[in-house]
């Protein structure tokens, strides 16, 4: 680890001036402090953001707000969330390590960094991480890497199976920096790679999530999440599936599918969605639907299985969400 300068701001205008002058944001630092001790992050300074007021979680009739500075395990066990939002709950309690989510913050785990193992290896060829470098995954090992939203430059997954959920529920990302507070739309938030892989996101240079936002919605409340991976503890997806309906009288009113594992950002499934709406449920319903789950899916030399496997997923939680009461 390289040495740096570390504060802590006692208020929001204190850590967007650290920030300004070059430092990084650290909550939980279950993912920065990783990355430091690889040396594949090299800030010069960190500013702790731990005295900032982001810490409410409040569901009201038609929407629920999270403070960015909530822990993975606080939003995953409030009873509001769990039977309003069941897909949160159980995207979260996949994600990691018990340990991990006591420590680990909201705003923290939508900045994760990929865990591409080429970008995790200051040895390796990414462009990620060295712009123009090149990507060692493309002809490498890819066992685990992206068939969606790949571009020439980078084909690493991302991480979060919280923004898998939150993008199927249109969350919307609320930040602040020195011209004002700005609401991003999680679909909007995460970049596809295409030739700058190295800028993930469309926060600004600077900027600081405070919460999430999104509707209460019928589809919401009957929802759930699955994750497909090598070992049922502290592993990262192979596939996943974020699934809410409603139905009524034997029919599909609404839908929302999301999935990841397989995308270089949280994958929506529009083309999913269109497929089961005012369609009568039932297993042939869900296969219908699930067949769409790789449209347009690009697998490399050892990611082929991933693109029947995403299928399959999608196809269970489909039957799972349905026979929910």
């Known amino acids: 680890m390289f040495p740096f300068q570390f504060t802590k701001a006692p208020d929001e205008a204190s850590a967007l001036a650290a920030?300004?002058?070059?430092?990084?944001?650290?909550?939980?630092?279950?993912?920065?402090?990783?990355?430091?001790?690889?040396?594949?992050?090299?800030?010069?300074?960190?500013?702790?953001?731990?005295?900032?007021?982001?810490?409410?979680?409040?569901?009201?009739?038609?929407?629920?707000?999270?403070?960015?500075?909530v822990r993975m395990s606080e939003l995953a066990t409030h009873q509001g969330v769990r039977s309003q939002f069941p897909v949160i709950a159980q995207a979260l309690e996949l994600s990691a390590s018990a340990q991990i989510r006591n420590?680990?913050?909201?705003?923290?785990?939508?900045?994760?960094?990929?865990?591409?193992?080429?970008?995790?290896?200051?040895?390796?060829?990414?462009?990620?991480?060295?712009?123009?470098?090149?990507?060692?995954?493309?002809?490498?090992?890819?066992?685990?890497?992206?068939?969606?939203?790949?571009?020439?430059?980078?084909?690493?997954?991302?991480?979060?199976?919280?923004?898998?959920?939150?993008?199927?529920?249109?969350?919307?990302?609320?930040?602040?920096?020195?011209?004002?507070e700005h609401r991003i739309p999680l679909s909007d938030f995460f970049r596809r790679?295409?030739?700058?892989?190295?800028?993930?996101?469309?926060?600004?240079?600077?900027?600081?999530?405070?919460?999430?936002e999104m509707p209460v919605v019928p589809e919401g409340r009957r929802s759930g999440y699955v994750k497909v991976r090598d070992r049922e503890s502290f592993e990262f997806a192979l596939a996943s599936a974020a699934v809410g309906l409603d139905i009524a009288a034997g029919k599909v009113r609404a839908a929302r599918v999301a999935v990841g594992g397989v995308g270089t950002v949280p994958w929506r499934l529009p083309a999913v969605e269109q497929a089961l709406v005012d369609r009568t449920a039932g297993p042939d319903l869900w296969r219908e639907a699930a067949s769409h789950a790789a449209d347009g899916a690009k697998p490399l030399s050892e990611n082929g299985f991933k693109v029947e496997l995403v299928k399959r997923t999608v196809e269970r939680q489909l039957a799972t969400v349905a026979g929910l009461p």
């Open 103 to 180: 420590m680990a913050s909201i705003g923290g785990n939508l900045m994760q960094r990929p865990r591409c193992l080429y970008f995790r290896d200051v040895s390796a060829a990414c462009n990620r991480r060295v712009p123009g470098s090149g990507c060692a995954a493309i002809e490498g090992r890819n066992r685990t890497h992206a068939i969606l939203g790949t571009s020439d430059s980078c084909v690493a997954t991302h991480p979060s199976d919280l923004a898998v959920a939150l993008t199927a529920l249109d969350a919307v990302v609320i930040t602040r920096d020195s011209s004002g």
């Open 193 to 212: 790679p295409g030739g700058t892989p190295d800028q993930e996101h469309n926060l600004s240079a600077g900027g600081l999530i405070v919460g999430i």
């Open 19 to 69: 920030a300004a002058s070059g430092a990084r944001y650290i909550a939980g630092g279950t993912t920065l402090v990783d990355l430091m001790r690889e040396t594949v992050e090299r800030p010069a300074a960190i500013v702790d953001i731990n005295a900032l007021p982001y810490r409410d979680i409040d569901l009201q009739a038609t929407r629920l707000r999270v403070g960015s500075l």
